[in-house]
């Protein structure tokens, strides 16, 4: 889903992302204390907490963890790869670590459940008559008070189902958010004012 005009602007938003979302679902299977730069809210709905994992949720899992983070959400993978919303395969954790053997327990039921996660998010923005959103909005609303037009720019969006709303800027064209924040017009007009403003 893109917003604006390709000549000047682009917001790209293609819903949940299933490379993080899986990355998420490892976590919360695992009751893994990943550590991290920023606090990552839950997935939403609930993901059961798998006890059979547990003694795989070591500190050493955490810290590979953190940093397969790292690498799934940076700018380059959406640059090289648009839609990553695809079925394209995802760079699994390294063999014999215990983050592998975590992955390995739980992919299959984690692409799963993001199918359907996928299938909420297809439904919902189809039963939205404007597909533009508060983004769009936002950006002509700063463009009024600025009186201009904004500058070029593309933002790409990292969407995820959270449990509250949250969002984060990664990079100054990448952030991820919440889907409850996504759709919290009031929300996600206040979060997307400053990190505009920059590009804009």
Known sequence: ????????WEIRNSGPDRHLSTLLYVRDAAGLAAPADYPLPPLAPAVPLR??????????AAEEWSAW??????????SQQPDV????SMDPPEPGTALRALFDAVVDEA?????KRFEEFRDRRLRRRDHGGTAGRTVERIEQELGRTSAPFRLQV????????WGRRIEADLIVVSEELWYD??????????ILRALM
Not at 51 to 60: C, D, F, G, N, Q
Not at 69 to 78: C, F, G, H, K, L
């Open 1 to 8: 889903m893109r917003h604006g005009n390709t000549l000047s």
């Open 51 to 60: 006890a059979e994992l547990v003694a795989h949720a070591t500190a050493a």
């Open 69 to 78: 983070w790292e690498r799934a959400v940076t700018i380059d993978r959406w």
């Open 85 to 88: 919303s695809s079925v394209q």
């Open 111 to 115: 692409h799963d459940w993001h199918r």
């Open 158 to 165: 990292a969407m995820l189902p959270l449990d509250r709303k």
């Open 185 to 194: 017009e009031d929300a996600c007009d206040l979060f997307l004012d400053r």
